[in-house]
């Protein structure tokens, strides 16, 4: 007679291989097979230019080497956003160095880092492939890690001020105040930006895996590699099978690890935001009928409870006050007076400032030396494609709002256009654009128009999601009631949306907007330059320039790129969107 256990109001027979079990055993067998081949691609001989396999048999094992690199460098943008991010909301000196360092970074493309990362950690790994591994992953990461930087940063900085007097209140250091205070309050945006960085790092994989080196080239085993090989040699069964595989993983990864932290990290939400219905993952009912999972949470529990068992009787043995009296060393008058003593912290502050401020001024020193190279007719053809580039980008940005403001207030002001769009949405989002540009080529190209109309198509496919993603969340929190006394006065629609839909979203999308402008300015490096059936398309912009500048090695038109690229996002910013960002938290913002 089968046993019978109670689940969500019903009875099931419990089975002895369950469908669980197998979906535990099938994840646990992709993980070691993952690590095996990583450790295996890792310690082998250096081969910069790996030959890459186009059958479909060799996609399994290319799509689960660019998952591994996309998770270790999650875990490397994860560890900066928790110290780099703490540090800049807790310390006044922290914030005024990290703030603007971060703003500059944020905006140089993943070239802008190449040449650095892929030289020096080949020198220092040269009879292995881990430097060129670690400078994937390293590249990577800077496409992940600022836009959880800011998060953490923001969400530390806007934790209601009476629930920081409660921590204080009750005696909170700042340990247990991060624990239980600061890492769940940011727990919702944390989620929520790490879906959006993975996506910016599967975004750049093609870049990462393959790119040229002045006359060297370099390319890893992954499906990005094979999807840029793919490209180049136009093998439109191989374009697909990578589309299709690069789908799947995101799918999986949605089902399997988004969701449930995303389920798992609503239940730390402060407010109520209207129409967020929370719902229970798929992946969590499956696995809560397995019985691989039962008997290792009941291992783990055995585990934990005779670990304190063996501290209780320890502490009976040897007195209450054991494991107290390592703290009491440094509880003593002595150790407080020594780590209160202010002296000691400006020293250290001190010797880090300077040091800092050495080697910016040598950085500096140099970038000035490797610019002052360049001539006048070189900086007037920078300044020009510099021009065009930003055309490109407004102009990705506008098409961007056009359709995504409409359709993420549409979906975010109903519960059930919400859950019936937020997943398909999510694996929209975390897919690499660049995947799609050669079927968005070759459609624009048969249309009749040139590679500038196609150059603006491809970067409003990797820019639209953040528009959308910030017009989603600013619908969310139009307030029900207002909604509802608006409808039941009869206001016409388009009164609805002029006087509380889109005054609601204002401020959302302005930080859209802004991420969107830096998205499109990096994305220009690879919508402005782009090999397709053995064919160069090319147009005039600065992101082509960077291209070609990292591909012939050419180090003073790169520095030169860059620098007038950073200039140019940062002086936008500064001038363009600070003060609309001000205005809309000021005209715009609905207090509770």
């Known amino acids: 007679m089968p046993i019978k256990t109670q ?78 991010g703490y540090v800049g909301a807790k310390s006044r000196l922290g914030e005024r160095l990290i703030l603007p360092a971060l703003d500059i970074l944020q905006t140089i493309p993943v070239l802008g880092f190449l040449p650095g990362l892929v030289l020096g950690l080949i020198s220092l790994f040269p009879n ?5 591994e670690l400078a994937a992953i390293l590249m990577m990461v800077t496409s992940q890690v600022w836009n959880m930087t800011f998060s953490f940063y923001s969400s530390i900085k806007s934790i209601p001020e009476e629930i920081n007097e409660a921590a204080t209140m009750m005696g909170l250091g700042w340990f247990q105040r991060l624990l239980r205070l600061e890492l769940p309050f940011s727990a919702v945006n944390l989620a929520w930006n790490s879906l959006l960085s993975m996506a910016g790092g599967w975004f750049f994989l093609t870049v990462c895996e393959a790119f040229t080196l002045g006359s060297r080239e370099f390319r890893l085993p992954g499906i990005g590699s094979y999807m840029a090989v793919a490209i180049a040699e136009g093998n439109r069964s ?27 990290a609503q239940r730390y939400r402060v407010e109520d935001v209207p129409g967020a219905v929370p719902t229970e993952p798929l992946v969590q009912i499956v696995i809560r009928d397995s019985r691989i999972v039962r008997f290792l949470k009941l291992q783990l529990r055995d585990r934990q409870a005779r670990k304190r068992q063996r501290i209780l009787e320890r502490e009976k043995a040897e007195g209450i006050g054991f494991l107290n009296k390592p703290l009491e060393v440094f509880a003593s008058p002595q150790a407080r007076q020594f780590y209160r003593s202010k002296w000691l912290g400006r020293v250290a502050v001190f010797f880090a400032l300077t040091a800092l401020g050495v080697v910016l001024g040598w950085g500096g020193v140099r970038l000035f030396e490797l610019l002052s190279t360049l ?30 403001v409409p359709v993420g207030i549409w ?16 694996v929209l989002a975390s897919f690499p654009a660049p ?71 204002f401020p959302s999308l302005v930080t859209g ?55 140019v996002v940062i002086a936008f910013n500064r001038f363009v969107w600070a003060p609309i960002y001000r205005e809309a938290q000021t005209r715009y913002r609905m207090d509770a």
Not at 411 to 426: E, L, M, Y
Request: one cysteine or more.
């Open 238 to 264: 191989a374009m697909a099978m990578g589309v299709v595989a690069m789908t799947l993983l995101i799918v999986t990864m949605d089902f399997v690890i988004w969701r449930p932290i995303l389920a798992w």
């Open 513 to 567: 907007w802004v991420m969107a402008t830096g998205a499109a300015w990096n994305t220009s490096i690879v919508a402005e330059y782009m090999v397709f059936k053995g064919k160069l398309y090319q147009t005039g912009g600065l992101g082509a320039t960077l291209t070609v500048a990292a591909s012939n090695a050419d180090f003073r038109m790169l520095a030169a790129s860059l620098t007038i690229m950073v200039a």
């Open 128 to 132: 292995t492939n881990a430097g060129l």
């Open 435 to 505: 995947m799609l540009f050669p079927i968005a080529l070759f459609a624009i190209l048969r249309l009749g128009f040139n590679f500038d109309v196609a150059s603006v198509a491809m970067m409003l496919l990797g820019v639209q999601w953040y528009v959308l993603f910030n017009s989603l969340a600013g619908a969310l929190r139009i307030p029900a009631e207002l909604d509802f006394a608006l409808r039941l006065m009869e206001v016409p629609r388009w009164e609805r949306w002029r006087t509380l839909y889109l005054p609601c979203v």
């Open 411 to 426: 979906i975010g002001t109903s519960s059930r256009r919400i859950r019936v769009a937020q997943p398909v949405i999510q």
């Open 7 to 84: 689940f969500s109001g019903r009875f099931y027979p419990q089975r002895f291989f369950s469908l669980g079990d197998a979906l535990v055993l099938l994840v646990i067998a992709t993980t070691i097979f993952g690590v095996v081949s990583t450790g295996h691609q890792w310690s082998a001989a250096f081969h910069p230019a790996t030959e890459i396999d186009l059958s479909i048999s060799a996609l399994p094992k290319y799509t689960l080497l660019s998952a591994a690199r996309g998770f270790i460098a999650y875990f490397f943008s994860l560890s900066f956003t928790l110290v780099v």
């Open 375 to 404: 001539s006048a007719s070189e900086w007037v053809i920078l300044g020009r494609n510099a021009f065009w580039t930003w055309v490109r980008v407004m102009l990705a940005v506008v098409l961007s709002t056009v359709w995504a």
